[in-house]
């Protein structure tokens, strides 16, 4: 296959590659042509469109939700039991409270990092719905879901589209 072989001749300038690397690559390419399903995986993998991003971002999000979930459930103790606090937070010493807000308080000033982990858990949740919903909105604007359900569906969603832009355009302009 022309252009899809890893020999050393066809390595940009300045990035050299060992001959036995280069030979045995090469063979398997010629053997084997995984050059092309590579390119072609790698342009799947990096979308063109920056808009590709708020999945992106929502995954990632939800990943730092999921870790620092399980660090924050570790310490947390789930119970409405009325228990009287006396920690570390001096101006709610005495006052009486659940056993879930005092183990939130214990996390935040007891635990070591546990306020620096409630944040990041917190701001996680925030860029999270707000990645899906800007995710959800780009696939309904343009479009870009399949069209399995048949034409009278996709024809709805294109009107629904088209009456929703006219209805933002005339609040945009009204006076």
Known sequence: ???????SAEVPRGAEVPHAVAGFGGWLDDRFGGAKGVRTLM???FPDHWTFMFGEIALWSFVIL???GTYLALFFQPSQAQVIYHGSYTKLDGIAMSQAYQSTLN???DVRGGLLMRQIHHWAADLFMIAICAHMLRHFFLGSYPQAAG???ADRHRDLRRRAGRGAVRLLTAR
Request: net charge positive; charged share 20%.
């Open 66 to 68: 999921l870790l620092t």
């Open 107 to 109: 996390i935040s000033f």
């Open 151 to 153: 034409r009278q569906l």
């Open 1 to 7: 296959m022309p252009g899809l072989s890893l020999r």
């Open 43 to 45: 342009r799947k993998v």
